[in-house]
């Protein structure tokens, strides 16, 4: 948006002309232009002047700031303000101007104004003298009483002596309050002095400054430091909770290396056994002697009933059954003991059989053999 002149600026057409063409006051808070096109600087604030000494019209704009148009012999004033401006404040920057009828292009540089450094004035203190007042004293009168008893006197009732008080000194007060200097004031020193102490002044709030901020990086610092101890915390819960665990587990580690050690003992006990019994040959003769035994009580066994068998069809045909009833349960009675012996050695040779299998399953699955 490209808004006039008067919108921002003091716009003063000016009728008197200059006849020369130069630029007055290039860097000051104003400057009087008389060539076109120009660059000038100017004090934030400041102001110039435009002459227009051609033959045509100057038309410009400043694109987003301002423009203007100047007749021939005529001049334009700008004000180029940074306070009380609203939204178009000419801050410190290059502003440029581009000319509507031939193309031209000037630039308007505003800065900063620089400190001006005003010298120090030495004031010397003023002394107030003490002012001498002078006692008031106050005479009493002298009172006179006649008392007529047939006599005339003449008495003093009372007198009052003078009170005389002493010179009073009144203290100064304020800035008259000091004490008076009575030598000589060199004011190059004096001078020399202040600027010391104002460097060391300025370098103490220099210092104070960078304190400031290394005091916010440590207290940023400090609030770091505060999260990782928080973290550091956390994890040193965690890192107890791991040793607990690691100290449960080196326990059952224990527990297992002491079950692996009572397992390697009674598997040395047993493999000594089974070595041994590897060993004992009279296994296999008892296990083929009981065998035998089985296979002669069975033989027996079968001779005996068929004994009976034949016994008890005589016995149907025989008169003296008693007789035979007692041969008969005699027969019983050994065939029942001839098989109960021959349940004995027939168990007694399976027990030794579990046992023979029960050492060999130990030598191949434990032992690997």
């Given at each position: 948006m490209i808004k006039t002149i008067t919108a921002l600026t003091v716009l003063t057409l000016i009728v008197s002309m200059s006849s020369a063409?130069?630029?007055?006051?290039?860097?000051?808070?104003?400057?009087?232009?008389d060539v076109y096109p120009f660059d000038i600087t100017i004090l934030e604030g400041g102001s110039m002047t435009l002459h227009n000494n051609g033959e045509q019209t100057i038309n410009f704009v400043s694109h987003?700031?301002?423009?203007?148009s100047v007749p021939t012999n005529d001049a334009i004033?700008?004000?180029?303000?940074?306070?009380?401006?609203?939204?178009?404040?000419?801050?410190?920057?290059?502003?440029?101007?581009?000319?509507?009828?031939?193309?031209?292009q000037s630039t308007i540089k505003i800065v900063k104004p620089v400190p001006v450094y005003v010298e120090p004035v030495y004031v010397a203190p003023v002394v107030v003298e003490p002012v001498y007042v002078a006692p008031v004293v106050v005479e009493e009168p002298v009172v006179e009483s006649l008392v007529n008893f047939n006599a005339?006197?003449?008495?003093?009732?009372?007198?009052?002596?003078?009170?005389?008080t002493s010179s009073t000194f009144v203290e100064p007060e304020g800035i008259y309050n000091v004490a008076n200097y009575d030598g000589e004031v060199d004011m190059i020193t004096m001078q020399t002095q202040l600027a010391e102490v104002t460097a060391q002044f300025n370098d103490s709030i220099t210092k104070l400054a960078e304190q400031k901020v290394a005091i916010e990086n440590h207290d940023t610092t400090v609030q770091s430091l505060n999260t990782q101890i928080g973290s550091l915390n956390t994890t040193s819960i965690e890192v107890s909770t791991l040793e607990q665990t690691v100290l449960s587990l080196q326990l059952?580690?224990?527990?297992?290396?002491?079950?692996?050690?009572?397992?390697?003992?009674?598997?040395?006990?047993?493999?000594?056994?089974?070595?041994?019994?590897?060993g004992d040959t009279t296994l296999d003769v008892k296990i083929v002697e009981l065998e035998s035994q089985i296979v002669a009580l069975t033989n027996t066994t079968s001779t005996q009933l068929a004994t009976i068998t034949e016994l008890s069809a005589n016995v149907?045909?025989?008169?003296?059954?008693?007789v035979l009833d007692s041969k008969i349960a005699n027969l019983e009675a050994q065939v029942v003991s001839l098989t109960s012996e021959r349940d004995q050695w027939k168990q007694l040779a399976n027990n030794w059989y579990a046992v023979a299998m029960d050492q060999l399953k130990v030598m191949v699955d434990i032992l690997g053999l």
């Amino acid at each position: 948006m490209i808004k006039t002149i008067t919108a921002l600026t003091v716009l003063t057409l000016i009728v008197s002309m200059s006849s020369a063409y130069a630029i007055e006051g290039d860097g000051t808070s104003h400057v009087e232009v008389d060539v076109y096109p120009f660059d000038i600087t100017i004090l934030e604030g400041g102001s110039m002047t435009l002459h227009n000494n051609g033959e045509q019209t100057i038309n410009f704009v400043s694109h987003g700031w301002f423009e203007g148009s100047v007749p021939t012999n005529d001049a334009i004033a700008l004000e180029f303000p940074v306070v009380n401006c609203g939204t178009t404040c000419f801050t410190e920057g290059m502003y440029y101007i581009s000319d509507l009828n031939g193309g031209y292009q000037s630039t308007i540089k505003i800065v900063k104004p620089v400190p001006v450094y005003v010298e120090p004035v030495y004031v010397a203190p003023v002394v107030v003298e003490p002012v001498y007042v002078a006692p008031v004293v106050v005479e009493e009168p002298v009172v006179e009483s006649l008392v007529n008893f047939n006599a005339t006197s003449s008495e003093t009732l009372g007198t009052y002596e003078a009170i005389s008080t002493s010179s009073t000194f009144v203290e100064p007060e304020g800035i008259y309050n000091v004490a008076n200097y009575d030598g000589e004031v060199d004011m190059i020193t004096m001078q020399t002095q202040l600027a010391e102490v104002t460097a060391q002044f300025n370098d103490s709030i220099t210092k104070l400054a960078e304190q400031k901020v290394a005091i916010e990086n440590h207290d940023t610092t400090v609030q770091s430091l505060n999260t990782q101890i928080g973290s550091l915390n956390t994890t040193s819960i965690e890192v107890s909770t791991l040793e607990q665990t690691v100290l449960s587990l080196q326990l059952e580690k224990d527990e297992l290396n002491a079950q692996i050690t009572t397992l390697g003992n009674a598997t040395a006990t047993q493999l000594a056994t089974i070595t041994s019994l590897q060993g004992d040959t009279t296994l296999d003769v008892k296990i083929v002697e009981l065998e035998s035994q089985i296979v002669a009580l069975t033989n027996t066994t079968s001779t005996q009933l068929a004994t009976i068998t034949e016994l008890s069809a005589n016995v149907i045909s025989a008169s003296d059954t008693s007789v035979l009833d007692s041969k008969i349960a005699n027969l019983e009675a050994q065939v029942v003991s001839l098989t109960s012996e021959r349940d004995q050695w027939k168990q007694l040779a399976n027990n030794w059989y579990a046992v023979a299998m029960d050492q060999l399953k130990v030598m191949v699955d434990i032992l690997g053999l």
